[in-house]
């Protein structure tokens, strides 16, 4: 980790590495307007680099890659509206649930999508999120901090009918886990343990932790959203 210091009276850039509707939603509901930049990155491939190693440690690096990749953008002055000189802020996030033993991602099709929920049905699993915070000043990378953020699922002893109702909606399989919490999916959500800005996609508290990291104070990153 680095650290830079920022003076209040300095604009700062916010930028979010994600194509996720959720974590903009988030974000922008927490009084945050960030530019959006979703990053080219190899998921499958970084996936199998990292098999054996401990599932907090792989979440964080997809999102270190994904930060990566949107720095690289910016830097190449490839993102319009985000001048590579300004103080700017990168945040990308990862999710993935961890459920006897294995990490999943999102389901894709239908039956994997149906086959998870009837593995995951009346026991618990964990989110687990990735953050990366990256920092720019002057055209460079001055500062960085990244962890994860864990959350216990205790999902409903949903019925076969249930299960396959709400896979027939579609919204399961493009989500981290194959479920939402603010959605249909909440439904079939029994409880859970920890933060649940971090089941949405990110952590806002541990957001602003990482923010502070690198030396920038969260409420100067506040605005006023219609």
């Given at each position: ?140 990378p001055v500062a960085t901090a990244a962890h994860s953020e864990s959350t216990a699922i205790f999902f409903a002893d949903a019925s076969d ?66």
């Amino acid at each position: 980790m680095n650290t830079a210091s920022r003076s209040a009276s300095t604009p700062t850039t916010v930028v979010l590495g994600s194509a996720s509707p959720a974590r903009l939603r988030v974000l922008r509901g927490a009084g945050l307007a960030p530019t959006v930049v979703v990053s080219a990155v190899d998921e499958d491939a970084l996936l199998e680099d990292l098999a054996g190693a401990p599932f907090p440690q792989i979440v964080t690096r997809l999102a270190e890659a994904k930060a990566d990749a949107v720095v690289a953008a910016i830097l190449d002055d490839a993102v319009d509206g985000v001048q590579a000189s300004a103080d700017i802020v990168v945040l990308a996030c990862d999710s993935m649930l961890l459920h006897d033993g294995e990490l999943s991602g999102k389901p894709h099709t239908h039956e994997a999508a149906v086959a998870r929920w009837r593995r995951v049905r009346g026991t618990t699993g964990h989110l687990i999120t990735g953050h990366c915070v990256r920092r720019l000043a002057g055209g460079q990378p001055v500062a960085t901090a990244a962890h994860s953020e864990s959350t216990a699922i205790f999902f409903a002893d949903a019925s076969d009918e249930l299960i396959d109702r709400y896979v027939a909606t579609g919204e399961p399989l493009e989500v981290a886990g194959g479920f939402t919490l603010d959605g249909i999916g909440g439904w079939l959500i029994d409880g859970i343990d920890g933060d649940p800005s971090s089941v949405l996609g990110i952590s806002l508290p541990l957001v602003r932790r990482l923010l502070t990291e690198v030396g920038v104070d969260v409420a100067d990153l506040w605005v006023a959203i219609p």
